[in-house]
């Protein structure tokens, strides 16, 4: 099993920016990707960002220029830089871990909402 604890949601003003931070423990030995997903109220959770452990990365069309993904290996940590944000970034953003040879870990989600 992982287990994942998510940091660094909350409220913030249109063109703000937030980091949200995913810590991974227990059986971490085999991930091979970790990343973050999100789900708005009435719409189905999507990918935001993903990172391999060789940091290979992988984004939303809908966040490429405006979120940045990161990883610490060594820390078994996954950050997620969101900048600019707007309304439509509001929503529960998941924490996601991938392990060999083929499961899926989730965190708790955290709230992000964009509001002036």
């Known amino acids: 099993q992982v287990q994942l604890v998510e940091s660094g949601g909350g409220l913030v003003q249109p063109g703000g920016s937030l980091r949200l931070s995913c810590a991974a423990s227990?059986?971490?030995?085999?991930?091979?990707?970790m990343g973050w997903y999100r789900q708005a109220p009435g719409k189905q959770r999507e990918l935001v960002a993903a990172?391999?452990?060789?940091?290979?990365?992988n984004y939303a069309d809908s966040v490429k220029g405006q979120f940045t993904i990161s990883r610490d290996n060594a820390k078994n940590t996954v950050d997620l830089q969101m900048n600019s944000l707007k309304f439509e970034d509001t929503a529960v953003y998941y924490c996601?871990?991938?392990?060999?040879?083929?499961?899926?870990?989730w965190g708790q989600g955290t709230q992000v909402t964009v509001s002036s």
């Open positions: 996601n871990v991938k392990r060999l040879p083929n499961h899926d870990y």
């Open positions: 227990g059986s971490i030995l085999r991930i091979y990707a």
């Open positions: 990172i391999t452990s060789g940091s290979s990365t």
